[in-house]
């Protein structure tokens, strides 16, 4: 079975580290799969960009998670950053989230095969994954499919998501 290659957006980091968060159980668990090599961790420089605007010691505890769970960070580029503007331009996103709009284009234009997110006012919507989708087949890119955390990890019967109606149930 092929390991998904997923993207860990900015909010994932943070939650990481917020135990009051409803969501930080199931963050820790994503980067454990991640560890287990269940899932083949990227994220972008885009990430790292909001990253270095955290507070000094909170950064660095984020930015060593990158290291800690050997997580690959792609690089900016036109092509990505072509694409961003195109989802802003064709109101798959907001205008005003141009950051947002460039985690989900690096993501396609790498090929991931999905994004995992926190982030449920931009990314993690049913509009958005509709709409970027439709942009990508337009533009000659697959499909890239978005989820939270929650979707990707399922505890009680440690099955993982490859697609939104497709289950992987093996167990190690």
Same mark, same amino acid.
């Given at each position: 079975m092929k390991t998904a290659r997923? #993207? !860990?957006e900015t909010t994932l980091f $943070? #939650? #990481?580290f %917020?135990? %009051?968060r409803d969501a930080h159980l199931d963050t820790i668990s994503l980067f454990a799969e991640c560890a287990k090599q269940r899932f083949e961790p990227y994220t972008s420089i885009y990430v790292i960009d909001e990253l270095e605007d955290a507070p000094r010691g909170m950064r660095e505890k984020m930015i060593e998670l990158v290291d800690r769970y050997n997580i690959a960070v792609l690089p900016t580029s036109e092509e990505a950053e072509n694409l961003a503007r195109r989802y802003l331009a064709e109101? *798959? +996103?907001p205008r005003? =989230? !141009?950051t %947002? *709009? =460039?985690h989900i284009a690096c993501a396609t234009v790498n090929g991931l095969d999905m994004i995992v =997110? +926190? $982030?449920f006012r931009h990314i993690v919507r049913e509009r958005t994954a509709k !709409?970027?989708?439709a942009v990508n087949a337009l533009c000659g890119y697959g499909v890239v499919e978005i989820y939270s955390p929650m979707e990707v990890i399922d505890d009680e019967e440690t099955r993982y998501h490859l697609g939104r109606d497709s289950r992987d149930a093996t167990q190690d």
């Open positions: 997923i #993207y !860990l $943070n #939650y #990481y %917020d135990v %009051d109101g *798959a +996103l005003g =989230s !141009l %947002d *709009a =460039s =997110s +926190l $982030n !709409l970027t989708s």
